[in-house]
Structure formats: structure tokens, C-alpha cells
């Protein structure tokens, strides 16, 4: 009954606008971010406390925070759901840099392969698959931001539309747009 209701699609609409733009901006600060901490020691161990701090406070501390610097609209659920997602995202692409077989690198530097070689060659491929993982664990984590700003800040989309189930009592509905959410 709820796939039917138009009032779920616009509430995914207007969520996802801010997933999407959060989400994308996550991946361009995060996966280059994380590349080059994974091959710049000295910049990584000054970046690692503020990494770790980012990884282990939680986001949703943050929010108000956000919010006073940004004031209520899209920019900051979009802003919310980047600050979710980049953390994680950096991390895995740091880590997966930084296990790349230094053999491989060495090999290629002894057949004169250029810095671009190596890096197209060697490090990306090596590293892609931690990446993706880092992305699947980002995109978790900004889906998370998404819904818990529009929860505690802004009732709109999929975070306003289950408070109104809740404040309606309608536990089918809250359960049906969780499952939702969860597809």
C-alpha cells in the first residue's frame, strides 16, 4: 500500500537530493583524501587524530553543530550526509593504498615505469577493491545521515515522513517505510 502512495515518493525525492549530493561529495573529497594519506606518511600521522576522532565521535553530535554554521535547507542535509560518509570512505582508501605490495611498485620503478605508471598500473587496481568497500560503507553511513537529519532537524523526506507514521500511530506504515529505506 505504501509503494502506492505518492507521498513515499516524494519523501525519497526529496531525501535523496541531499543523499546524492552529500553522497557525491563525499567520494571526491574522501577517495583522494585517503590515496594520499595512504602514500604520505608525515601527513597521515599529523590527519590521523582528527581521522580517528571523526571515526569514533558520534556523527550525530555533529548535527547541530552543522546546522548553526548552515542554517536548515538542503545544503546542510547534504553537508550532514558528507560528513557521515567521508570518514569511513577515507579510511578504506587509505588503508587499501598503504597494502598495496610494495614489490609490484619496486618491479615497475626497475623497469622504468613512470610515477603516472605506477599509479595507474599498480596502486589504483591494487587498491579498488578496498575502495569499493569503503564506498559501500560510506554509502551505508550517509543513508544513515540522511534519515537522522531529517529526524532530528529538518521533518522532510523519508525522516519526516516516519515521524508523521509514528506521531500517527501507524506502525505498519513506519515498519513498511523502514523496509524501504532497508531496500
Known amino acids: 500500500q505504501l ?16 543523499l546524492l549530493i552529500g553522497f557525491t561529495a563525499a567520494l571526491v573529497v574522501g577517495v583522494p583524501l585517503g590515496f594520499a594519506l595512504g602514500t604520505l606518511r608525515r601527513t597521515a600521522a599529523w590527519v590521523d587524530p582528527y581521522l580517528h576522532l571523526l571515526l569514533v565521535v558520534p556523527t550525530t553530535a555533529l548535527i547541530p ?6 542554517g536548515p535547507g538542503l545544503a546542510t542535509r547534504a553537508l550532514v550526509v558528507c560528513v557521515f560518509a567521508t570518514p569511513i570512505i577515507i579510511q578504506c582508501a587509505r588503508t587499501a593504498v598503504a597494502q598495496v605490495d610494495m614489490r609490484l611498485v619496486d618491479l615497475a620503478r626497475a623497469f622504468c615505469a613512470t610515477r603516472v605508471q605506477i599509479w595507474r598500473r599498480i596502486i589504483v587496481p591494487a587498491a579498488l577493491p578496498g575502495v569499493l568497500v569503503g564506498i559501500r560503507l560510506g554509502l551505508t553511513r550517509a543513508v544513515e545521515g540522511m534519515i537522522v537529519v531529517e529526524i532530528l532537524l529538518v521533518a522532510v ?3 519526516g515522513l516516519l515521524l508523521e507514521y509514528q506521531g500517527q500511530f501507524q506502525a505498519a506504515h513506519v515498519y513498511g517505510l523502514v523496509v524501504v529505506v532497508m531496500i
Do not use: E, K, T, Y
Open 3 to 18: 509503494l502506492f502512495d505518492s507521498q513515499l515518493w516524494l519523501a525519497l525525492w526529496i531525501s535523496n537530493q541531499a
Open 65 to 70: 553543530v552543522i546546522f548553526i554554521l548552515s
Open 157 to 159: 523526506g523519508v525522516g
